[in-house]
């Protein structure tokens, strides 16, 4: 279990301090630093990570891995780049589905491609060295990936029409994102959780994560919920299920949207704060 934990959200819809130079992408990207490890966690959209790492002096060349949450663009697009500046082989966790081709549905027009934009093969060319699974996975000591998140919550139930992936036939069904997963980092403070988009639910990928490390403590809740076509029954039911946790700091972003996050800032007052870019945590 890491003593010491401290994440740098490197890519993000938005900056709190735009005279910092640092730049918002709508995508995200998190480094995650323990006693031992240094996992990224997501590329976001392409335009950023680099340039960011860069201002927030964060070095990208010397990683133990990369998480992918999900397969979408927003999330892998800074991949390619990552690669050709790595200067050697990565290890790269994700699902096996992250490959499959995803797409928005937008009335009137073509369906828009919204998956990984480049093949297993050409990344493997550039040094990537995937680990694709669907079970939980353990990381280093006290850091797990959640793998496939059980869909146990009837209020998050249901999919998103308009979001697809494509089936072997070419044909287009809404995705059940199965590759969306999770980060958990146990601290001796509590559960530390990273969030991609949350696909699954967040309640469903929090519940899952004190699941797996038999914890119900969760000292941060950091990344993207994917709120932001929340029903105010839905925020209302996500609120009363997060308070059984005893979130001590929560920092929704990227998918939550601002009116869901103002509703976040409401409840949890102090504990909250906007997971922007350039935003560093540190624990322990």
Known sequence: MPEKVKITILCENSVPYPASGVLGEHGLAMLLETDTKRILFDTGGGMTLLQNAKVLNVDLKNLDALVLSHG????????????QNYGGCLDIYAHPDIFEGKY????????????????KEELEDLGARF???????????????????????????????????????GSLVPDPFFD??????????????LLG?????????????????????????????????????????????????NVQQIAPC????????????????????????????AFG
């Open 72 to 83: 979408h663009y927003d999330h892998t697009g800074g991949l390619k780049a990552l690669l």
């Open 197 to 245: 988009c949350t696909h699954s639910g967040l309640i469903n990928t929090l519940k899952y994560a004190a699941e797996l490390t038999e914890n119900e403590k969760i000292r941060a809740c950091i990344g993207g919920t994917h709120l932001v076509a929340a029903s105010k029954e839905r925020l209302g039911y996500t609120l009363k299920e997060l308070e059984k946790f």
């Open 104 to 119: 928005h549905l937008i009335e009137g027009k073509e369906p828009k491609k919204i998956g990984l934009p480049w093949t």
């Open 180 to 193: 969306d997963q999770a980060i958990i980092v146990e601290s001796p403070e509590g559960m530390i959780v």
């Open 131 to 169: 680990h694709l699974a669907r079970e939980p996975r353990k990381l280093s000591g006290g850091v797990l990936l959640t793998g496939e998140i059980p869909r146990r919550e009837k209020e998050e139930e249901g999919t998103i029409k308009e979001l697809c992936r494509q089936n072997p036939d």
């Open 254 to 281: 990227h998918c939550t949207s601002f009116h869901a996050a103002f509703i976040f800032y409401q409840f949890f007052k102090e504990r909250f704060i906007y997971g922007s870019a350039g935003i560093v945590f």
